[in-house]
């Protein structure tokens, strides 16, 4: 059974850039959740999507935006980038999101802004 | 302004050591608690979760402890092997009804052999 894909895992881009990071969830997992970790913050909350809906949100910017499709398969997006958005960003599937179970997370995508 | 990293409190064994890692995690209201390994270049690795009407649960050479009189949770890990070592995160639930989570600062565990 595959586990959590993230694509791409790495990436570079340029202040006021924007860019899409795409997770697949483990296969039969429709919970997905995003998370960026920084040195200085550590592993904070993004989003969360259910059955392509966003059911819970963190306190980021509105430049942060996700979107869920039928599949499961989620992207997250980042606009107008900034150098603090440089970061490891993680997806984490879970089975259900009506019980907390087991979040299972990529590798993640390894964003840096320059 | 300038960000600070993080100082992550390091814990440091010898080999076939048995580890005890701590988190204080801050909620009352957390129902649902997750320890998670996370090896350099590499997303978290679930370990062992545990729920709040529980208060220890065993798995394959780790055991977590949680005592929510002090809203405190332990992961002991028995006979520490080299390949332990790695941060380690506790994270909450906070949220009943999603699957969001809210992480602790890590520990970082060194495995000598």
């Known amino acids: 059974k595959a586990g959590v894909t993230q694509t791409p895992r790495y990436l570079i881009k340029t202040r006021g850039q924007q860019v899409t990071l795409s997770c697949s969830p483990i296969s039969g997992h429709r919970s997905v959740s995003w998370y960026q970790q920084t040195p200085g913050q550590g592993l904070q909350f993004l989003f969360e999507y259910f059955s392509e809906t966003q059911r819970n949100k963190g306190n980021f910017p509105g430049r942060f935006s996700g979107r869920q499709f039928s599949n499961s398969r989620s992207e997250m997006n980042v606009s107008t980038l900034e150098l603090g958005d440089s970061a490891l960003y993680l997806c984490a599937s879970s089975l259900t999101n009506n019980k907390v179970t087991e979040a299972f997370f990529g590798q993640g995508t390894r964003l840096t802004v320059v | 302004g300038e960000s600070v990293g993080l100082h992550l409190p390091t814990l440091s064994v010898q080999e076939g050591d048995n580890s005890i890692i701590n988190c204080a995690y801050s909620?009352?209201?957390?129902?649902?608690f997750i320890w998670y390994k996370q090896e350099s270049g590499k997303g978290p690795q679930f370990i062992i979760d545990?729920?709040?009407?529980?208060d220890k649960r065993q798995g394959q050479r780790v055991t977590v402890l949680l005592n929510k009189t002090v809203k405190h949770l332990s992961l002991q890990i028995a006979a520490t092997q080299p390949g332990d070592s790695a941060v380690y995160f506790c994270a909450e639930n906070r949220n009943s009804g999603y699957s969001t989570l809210t992480f602790g600062k890590g520990t970082m565990l060194l495995v000598s052999p």
């Open positions: 909620n009352s209201a957390s129902d649902y």
């Open positions: 545990i729920r709040s009407n529980m």
